[in-house]
């Protein structure tokens, strides 16, 4: 079966943006997504699609980020459950961010 290619060819950039800031191999990233480092390359050169949002998650997951910030658009949940989660989250993350902890006293 022949790929089809990606009807958004910013995805693959996208992709391999964040693989080289981890400083990652296509190897290792592939592998940490369950996926052939072929598949990986030709995602990320645009020559196969990546738009489910099944396989954003396993991506995203491998390179630890949301499945959003990949495809450059907000990505619909599975269920309810999903997106409470989700929203759980960014609550969580909201809060760290405005946390302003003091800085540590320098040891004696």
């Known amino acids: 079966m022949t790929p089809r290619p990606t009807a ?3 995805i693959g950039g996208r992709i391999r943006d964040r693989r080289l800031r981890r400083g990652w191999s296509i190897r290792f990233a592939a592998s940490r997504a369950g996926v052939s480092h072929a598949t990986w390359s030709r995602i990320e050169r645009g020559l196969q699609a990546a ?11 491998a390179l630890e980020c949301s499945p959003a910030e990949l495809a450059g658009a907000e990505v619909p ?22 946390l302003d902890l003091p800085a540590p006293a320098p040891p004696r």
């Open 8 to 10: 958004d060819p910013g």
């Open 51 to 61: 738009d489910n949002r099944f396989m954003l998650a396993d991506l995203a997951c």
């Open 77 to 98: 949940a599975g269920d309810r459950d999903a997106v409470a989660a989700h929203a759980a989250v960014h609550g969580i993350r909201r809060a760290l961010v405005d």
